[in-house]
């Protein structure tokens, strides 16, 4: 299931600042910064409206949580 989600005015204000706001001096790696601040700050905002309060980084506490769905490949037994 999505979410829908909309960025309004003010979120695409506050996008915009952001970008600005990241000191660059016109080379690519600084482009590509001020692009990871903008997307950092619409995830946050995305995750805010829809609910989502994950924190950031590996959570190495959730490990062994029966409640997480993790994936493990299957072996194969030679046979």
């Known amino acids: 299931?999505?979410?829908p989600y909309r960025f309004t005015s003010a979120d695409i204000a506050?996008?915009?600042r952001t970008?600005?706001?990241v000191?660059?001096?016109d080379s690519p790696a600084e482009e590509r910064?001020?692009?990871a601040y903008a997307i950092?700050?619409?995830e946050r905002q995305v995750g805010a409206a829809i609910?989502?309060?994950d924190k950031a980084g590996m959570q190495w506490s959730a490990s062994g949580d029966a409640t997480q769905e993790?994936?493990?490949q299957p072996t194969r037994q030679a046979s």
Request: charged letters at 35%; a positive charge.
């Open 1 to 3: 299931m999505k979410t």
């Open 40 to 42: 950092a700050l619409m």
């Open 19 to 21: 970008m600005r706001k």
């Open 51 to 53: 609910g989502i309060n």
């Open 33 to 35: 910064r001020a692009i």
């Open 23 to 25: 000191k660059r001096n």
């Open 70 to 72: 993790d994936w493990t």
């Open 14 to 16: 506050e996008i915009a």
